[in-house]
């Protein structure tokens, strides 16, 4: 389906409000839609690099920072624990609920304590320091 997403249109047609609310539910499969998560932005300054990852009502126990071969992963969680027959049927659910995670590659000579991290008002916030790479020191064997 060959559709122009930038524009819309709006007219007296009765299904039109409901034109724009069920668009991007019925046009994009869900794990399209999951690339919206974790948005983050990468700036830097002259000690640091500094990642911002939006989290919104991520619990801080929901939220595991691993780096392993000079790759910084955040895995995250969210679940939303609500009974539908208390609360009423779903009509659309477009909050996420599930597991996902980000990969940042970082370097090798990165090391677990030159990354701090912090969590406020929904977004993660990683400072990672730059790390001079390690020379790599040829060791030559006499000859006699």
């Keep these: 389906m060959n559709k122009n997403y930038a524009v ?60 392993n071969d000079g790759y910084l992963t955040i895995h995250a969680e969210e679940y939303h624990h609500d009974d539908e027959k208390k609360n009423g049927k779903y009509i659309r659910r477009e909050r996420f609920a599930g597991k996902f995670s980000r990969s940042f590659y970082v370097g090798e000579d990165v090391q677990e304590n030159d990354i701090t991290a912090n969590l406020a008002d929904g977004v993660l916030t990683l400072n990672i320091n730059k790390v001079e790479p390690k020379k790599e020191t040829k060791k030559y064997i006499a000859i006699n």
Excluded: C, G
């Design 8 to 67: 819309s249109t709006h007219n007296n047609d009765s299904f039109d409000l409901w034109d724009p609310f069920f668009e991007d539910f019925f046009d994009f499969p869900r794990e399209i839609r999951r690339n919206d998560l974790m948005k983050a932005d990468v700036r830097e300054d002259e000690k640091q690099y500094h990642i911002d990852i939006d989290l919104p009502s991520i619990k801080k126990d929901n939220i595991k920072i691993e780096l």
